[in-house]
């Protein structure tokens, strides 16, 4: 007799709804961008630096009932959201950095998205040696006998990127160039795919209700000897989280103490990662949208792709991470890493290498 329940409610959706709805969807009117407009030369006209930016440096008044459906969208809704319509081609990369930060700063609270502290990151294909300076198993080689990567130098990479989730509440993404082929954004709820491994496999999908040992490679430590152990999938009151990265699972595996994973577990661990490409969509990405995700609720992945810097097709997103004010409360043991997990709180990110020691 499995111990959870399937969860209803709006967060639970297929791929095939969404490809034709318009329910994740919001547009900027030119008034919102005139909005914007206004307090980007503000905050120009008074110097300040994009990472200084507070939500009282960047007023927003005309966007508030937006900003309030999206909050609303993102934690009760789909869990997702594409706000279209911002004019990029008329910035340059430093404007835009101000105006993304400002406007992430009304929507949620930034967090750091990396050891150094780094609180924006431009998400592109920063060469071949992204390992070396973002996290690499030597040791371990893959069958093509590459390093073994870490989650975050893989983001940096053109390679695709298997489903996963952020250390965030929700993660956006202001999308400037797109490349010249790939790249392409899938997404899936991950309500969707426990309610589904409930179905099939009950057995399979207490597995993980139980805790798995991760590594912290990449995130707050270099080393793969930095682990932890949580759940994938957890509920508190109703409401589910679920926190899943199979690189950060392998890179743990790696490390002699932990534990090796049970069949079962392997086997649950394959049907998650089956049905999140079975339920998940595309989800057309153009310069100019920007595209949020609440982890708790949603997997996202990548497809490879391929820049052509010559036609100034070279693929360059913007990236933020938000702690959200009307976000969940989290069940206990989360701490681990969210540290802390009561509604509303500020929390998630990546501590820097000096609070983190």
Known sequence: MPMHRPIAGACAWSGKEMLHSRRWVRDLAPAHIAG??????????????????TRADFPLPGMADLIDDMREELENGSGMLKLRGLPVARYGEEQLRKLYFGLGANV??????????EMMRAIRDEGGDVGSRYGQIEAERTKDGKPF????????????????????????????????KGGVSMICSSVSVMNEMLRRRP???EELYRPIHRSRLGEESSRAESVYALPVFDVRD????????????????????????TDAQKEAIG??????RELAFEMTFEPGDIQFLNSHVTYHARTP???????GRDRMLLRLWLSMPNSRALPEGQEVLWRRIEAGALRGGILRADQAA
């Open 305 to 311: 792709f391929e820049d052509d810097r010559t036609s």
């Open 203 to 205: 057995d399979l999908a």
């Open 238 to 261: 109703g409401r589910f989280t679920s926190h899943y990265s199979l690189t950060y699972i392998e890179a743990a595996q790696m490390v002699a103490d932990v534990p090796k994973l």
């Open 108 to 117: 949620g609270t930034p967090v750091s998205q990396n050891r150094s502290g």
């Open 149 to 180: 990567l870490s989650s975050y130098a893989r983001t940096l990479s053109n390679g695709a990127l298997r489903f996963h989730t952020d250390r965030t509440d929700v993660v956006t993404l202001l999308c400037v160039r797109q490349a010249a």
């Open 36 to 53: 914007i407009d206004a307090a980007l030369a503000d905050v120009e006209r008074r110097g300040l630096a994009w990472d200084a930016i």
């Open 271 to 276: 049907m998650l990662a089956a049905l999140a």
